[in-house]
């Protein structure tokens, strides 16, 4: 696979974040999760987590954001004060809001928060997203029997994350990956995630040189991509967030191309 763009000390923060992650999550019980699965709601394409009850424990989630704070001002010291000054913002009440609004991907929340709190923009939804990813996951998990397909053009069917992430299994299957709670299903090959577009004429592989195990599947009808990676050929298999993280170029070269993870109908249809 192609080098990566990201920097090698971001990509590690991000794997010392994973294994927090992991750890966070095995912490967990699946009893805290109540699942109430509507089939009218899921047909319509409500998430499965939003019509799951989760019993989060607060004081844990406060925690968890002093850990991942610990963590950052070590892995990059100039970073620290900068990030500290969370430890003096957040209480349980304003806790209870951050996970209400990463779990709705409500950036607008998280932008207006550091503004009057006249920290950077990135620092909250980060903390409040990074923290909030072990219930997800654990929501995925244990709904894996349950979830296994996605309406094209409304994300995972477990979180709602956009579409794009795929990789090749097997004997070529298509399995699409969450970045975010890990969730996977199976798609077919030639298939649009973001509009369900089978038809070959108007799929298209754009290939990257150099990158052998890595494509970009777009679709002409919606102007939608997905990344696929053949990991069949790679000697350890990362997870699916640190593939989304290693592929971030080829997102680029796509978006360059006027493609996106969102999908609209052509204008000449």
Known sequence: MKKSVVSKEYTNLQKEIIKLQEQWKQSLTPEIVKP????????AGVPAAALTAIDFDIPLFLQWIDEIN???????????????????????????????????????YFVSFAQENEIEEW?????????LRPYLQLVAEVLKDE?????????????????????????GKKVVNCPRCLAHWSEKRVCCSHCGNDDHKTIQNITIEGDPTSQIQVCEKCHGYVKVIDTRQFISKPSSAILDLNTIHLD??????????????????
Do not use: H, M
């Open 36 to 43: 109430s699965l509507d089939k009218a709601a899921i047909e």
């Open 70 to 108: 610990d963590l950052i001002s070590k892995q990059n010291p100039e970073q620290g004060p900068r990030v500290k000054k969370l430890g003096e913002l957040l209480d349980s009440e304003t806790a209870i809001r951050w996970i209400d609004e990463a779990f709705s991907l409500n950036q607008f």
């Open 123 to 131: 620092i909250p939804q980060f903390f409040a997203e990074t923290a």
């Open 147 to 171: 979830i296994t397909q996605a309406i094209p053009g409304l994300g995972c069917p477990v979180c709602g994350e956009p579409v794009r992430l795929a990789q090749l299994e097997g004997e």
């Open 252 to 269: 680029f070269v796509a978006q360059e191309n006027g493609y996106t993870v969102s999908a609209r109908e052509s204008e000449s249809n």
